[in-house]
């Protein structure tokens, strides 16, 4: 515990240097207006920038990437209050109550309460990520090949158990993304697997590019299929809103923790900030005294999904940077950024470069807490941003995704690809496969099979192997009743429910 | 929707068969020195087939029972798609040729005032402003070369 404030205390003089600094609000001010702009998210907004990045320094550019994140999170609400248009999907729960509140008179106040929701399901996630996070990696030191690929079954099994999507989907999502990671050459014989011969596909499939084509384009497609009318809602924040909504801020301690446990859970286990919210919507508006006020503008109704929305984007940080696996797609994105600058995510992380990681963190402090003062202050002007026409910022992102698209490798196949992925992911929107699993795959896929074929060697063939390491066993066996879950459940409900 | 649904569970059991055909060929056993490269590739060929002849039987058994069901698309949503997938994609092809900005200023100039109807002053500004930043800054303050293409080169020489 003091070890662990030295080191913030040692991250905190790194940030506060004059160029992270301002790394910093470039970053959160980028961030808030990939955040306001619909079509242009989280994930595909740091991964455009991830070429920009590498010319930095590796903190600098770790901490850009990652403030691009914050200010999203903070920005998507404000459209989703103001103009019933949710900049990122994990403003979409935002809309439900958000909006009835701003129509009704009340804007300033709905985006005080928002954005003390974000604030304080950021610190909760920050908060576990400082002092959580460095017990994990102590802890994931002891893994082998055999325990980092259960970990990993346990992740993908999260996503077809708990999902709660089509489960089936969700395995043909999540075997698609390993076999788009498995194209090219193989990383243990170097023999090249799937190319048919073609040079083109030896360099297999970058998941950066599958990135901007799948929640970039695909967004694109599908905001333009419901056609954009903006009629907003304007406003100013003053200073009795501020006071106003603080008052009515700390009279739903229930919905305020409600959604930062979802949020944390969410984005630790990955399903990231999307899901967190709604389920904490769900979960909220059903254990309220009067659910019949929730879409109308009930103040719990934004409070509950806003701040498991942060809270869930700051936590999706813990798995990632302790091992190696990112808790949502924009932290996957962000992973790929570490690895670029050559650090390998996982345990020895927090050995290997413990100033890099204690800033990060400190950043993360920084960021939210300077996140909150700007959207505060500035939010009627980030809402107008929403005010040029789409049919001008529209063709301008899809000009920006292409950049970044063929920047990441300096190949002009990536970008064809990236057109690809665009209708792909129109489609898996539009028949219900899910996208995040798909992309965690695909990010994964190298190190699980290099996990997995590691630990056969080690257990001679036999896939035993998994279950008799003592660390493995429970997180198989884990894995396997997640797994199953959506057989068990009803299964569970038929053989108990008769009882009772 | 339900033959959009029948359709892609198809494509990706297609997927699965080449996938298998690959590692069956690379072999998908115990190799020299632990699992050949075509081991685990293969066993997700396998998971994929099987996966989507679930998805593929339940989507044949509702679409006999129920009829079609909604759309993919709701009517009169293709055409907009449409004007922005043709577009995009007619910008791609032509980077190979003028190089990223340019395309892209055309790309930007015809979206604008084509589709979007925008007045031709803004269009303008818009598409000659934005491609000369985005150049100034990627290819001259952070020095990542954007595709010139083939006579790109030749045309922005500064």
């Known amino acids: ?500 | 929707m339900r033959k959009a649904e029948i359709v892609v569970s198809l494509l990706f059991m297609l997927v699965g068969f080449i996938v298998i055909a690959d590692s069956v060929r690379l072999g998908f056993m115990w190799g020299r020195t632990g699992p050949a490269s075509g081991f685990f590739p293969f066993y997700l060929g396998v998971g994929v087939v099987i996966a989507s002849l679930i998805v593929l039987l339940k989507a044949v058994n509702e679409y006999r029972k129920q009829g079609e069901g909604k759309p993919l698309m709701p009517p009169g949503a293709l055409k907009p798609i449409l004007w922005v997938v043709i577009p995009s994609t007619a910008m791609v092809a032509i980077m190979e040729l003028v190089g990223l900005h340019i395309a892209a200023a055309m790309f930007l100039g015809f979206y604008m005032r084509v589709v979007g109807k925008i007045g031709w002053t803004t269009t303008l500004l818009v598409s000659i402003i934005a491609p000369l930043s985005l150049f100034i800054t990627f290819d001259k303050l952070f020095l990542i070369p954007l595709p010139a293409g083939l006579w790109g080169g030749y045309l922005l020489r500064f």
């Not at chain 1, 901490?63 to 103009?83: E, K, P, Q, V």
């Not at chain 1, 960021?367 to 700007?374: A, D, E, S, T």
């Not at chain 1, 990010?443 to 074929?453: I, N, P, S, T, W």
């Open chain 1, 1 to 500: 515990m003091m070890e662990d404030l030295n080191n913030l205390m040692m991250g905190f003089s790194v940030v506060t240097q004059p160029y992270n600094l301002m790394i910093i609000v470039v970053g959160l001010i980028l961030g808030i207006i990939v955040g306001v702009l619909p079509g242009l998210g989280g994930a595909n907004g740091v991964a455009i920038l991830i070429p920009v990045v590498v010319t930095m320094p590796a903190t600098a550019g770790v901490i850009l990437l990652s403030m691009i994140y914050w200010g999203a999170l903070y920005g998507g609400s404000i459209t989703s209050i103001l103009f019933n248009i949710p900049g990122e999907p994990w403003a979409v729960a935002a809309t439900f109550d958000g909006y009835p509140m701003a129509k009704g008179g009340r804007p300033g106040k709905a985006l005080v309460l928002a954005f003390l929701a974000h604030g304080a399901g950021a610190i909760f996630g920050v908060v576990i990520l400082t002092f959580f996070a460095p017990i994990l990696a102590e802890f994931a030191l002891k893994f082998g090949p055999a325990e980092v690929f259960a970990v990993m079954m346990l992740t993908f099994s999260a996503f077809v158990g708990l999902g709660g999507k089509s489960p089936l989907k969700t395995v043909v999502a999540i075997l698609f993304g390993f076999i788009l990671a498995a194209v090219g050459m193989d990383i243990v014989s170097g023999q090249l697997r799937m190319t048919y011969g073609t040079v083109v596909l030896m360099g297999g499939f970058n998941f950066i590019v599958a990135v901007i084509g799948l929640f970039g384009l695909g967004e694109i497609f599908l905001t333009v299929e419901e056609g954009l009318k903006v009629e907003g809602i304007s406003t100013r924040i003053g200073l009795k809103d501020i006071w106003e909504g603080m008052k009515e801020f700390i009279r739903y301690p229930k919905a305020i923790i409600m959604g930062m446990l979802i949020g944390c859970w969410m984005g630790f286990k990955p399903g990231g900030a999307t899901p967190a919210s709604f389920m904490a919507y769900g979960f909220c508006k059903q254990s309220s005294a009067n659910a019949d006020e929730f879409g109308k503008g009930a103040p719990a109704g934004i409070i509950a999904p806003e701040a498991a929305a942060h809270a869930a984007g700051t936590s999706a940080a813990i798995p990632m940077i302790t091992l190696g696996i990112p808790g949502s797609p924009t932290m996957a994105v962000i992973m790929g950024g570490l690895m670029i600058f050559g650090l390998q995510p996982g345990p020895m992380l927090f050995k290997e470069h413990a100033d890099f990681v204690w800033g990060f963190i400190a950043s993360s402090w920084m960021g939210n807490i300077l996140g909150f003062f700007l959207v505060l202050a500035f939010a009627p002007i980030f809402a107008s941003i929403l005010r040029v026409k789409f049919a001008i910022f529209m063709p301008l992102i899809i000009y920006v995704c292409a950049i970044g698209a063929y920047a990441v490798n300096n190949r002009m196949i990536d970008v064809y690809y990236m057109l690809i992925f665009g209708v792909l992911g129109y489609l898996f929107k539009k028949l219900d496969y899910p996208i995040a699993p798909m992309v965690l795959a695909l990010v994964l896929g190298d190190m699980a099979e290099q996990a997995m074929r590691q630990a056969l060697i080690i257990g001679h063939g036999s896939p035993l192997v998994f279950f008799t390491l003592p660390l493995a066993l429970p997180l198989m066996v884990a894995a396997i009743i997640i797994f199953f879950w959506p057989v068990i459940a009803p299964l569970k409900a038929r053989l108990f429910g008769k009882k009772a």
